[in-house]
């Protein structure tokens, strides 16, 4: 699946720029909701994430790069995100967080940074539908591709796998293009969330059509 990051769109016409990757060949939108806390930029509220689900009707995933993401489940998912991603450095219940976010009737993704060592999706494979593998530091788009970051899909695929989380999805997010996707598909991906290839081109469509 393709999913267009949204940072660089026209921040007065998100809704109409959603709508335009949809038909461009979107099969999800990615929303980088950031709070200025735990990443430096202010970006999205659940007011904007309300305006783009409405506007598509392909799945949108808010990604809450966030220092208290317990208080944004229920405004986003109210807003009609089906995905919802959070990063486990923020919260020390992270068992408990995802629960909620299945108990809102979203699908619960954990997002890791290139440091963030994943052994302990063990413990919460079980309720955890997608993991984003970010391949930049989170907080700003256009970053380089990390490449030193791709052993770590594969060690995520197994730990998934042999502990209850076979349905789980993975993800990756950070200096994605052309020039890596079949290599982060083949590592066992099956999302790529890019943004300034995609968004930065004068041709959307096609560059979603070289991703493929």
């Not at 930049?136 to 052993?151: D, R």
Request: proline share 6%.
């Amino acid at each position: 699946m393709i999913a267009p990051s949204i940072l660089g769109c026209n921040r007065g016409a998100l809704a109409e720029e959603s709508r335009m990757l949809q038909d461009a060949g979107a099969d999800m939108i990615h929303l980088d909701v950031m709070d200025g806390s735990f990443v430096p930029v202010l970006t999205f509220g659940a007011g904007t994430a309300a305006a783009i689900a409405e506007a598509v009707d392909i799945p949108v995933d808010a990604h809450l790069m966030v220092s208290h993401p317990d208080r944004l489940i229920s405004p986003f998912a109210k807003a009609g995100c089906e995905w919802i991603t959070v990063h486990p450095e923020v919260t020390e219940h992270l068992d408990r967080l995802l629960g909620t976010i299945r108990d809102a009737g979203c699908r619960a993704g954990v997002a890791l940074n290139p440091s963030t060592p994943p052994g302990f999706l063990r413990w919460v494979a079980p309720k955890v539908d997608l993991v984003l593998i970010m391949t930049v530091n989170p907080g700003y788009g256009g970053q380089k591709h990390l490449t030193y970051v791709h052993s770590k899909i594969g060690e995520v695929r197994r730990l998934l796998d042999i502990n209850g989380g076979g349905d789980a999805i993975i993800s990756v997010d950070g200096g994605v293009d052309d020039s890596n996707a079949g290599t982060l598909i083949s590592l066992g991906a099956s999302v790529l969330v890019a943004g300034s290839f995609i968004t930065g081109s004068a041709d959307p469509a096609e560059a979603i059509r070289r991703l493929r």
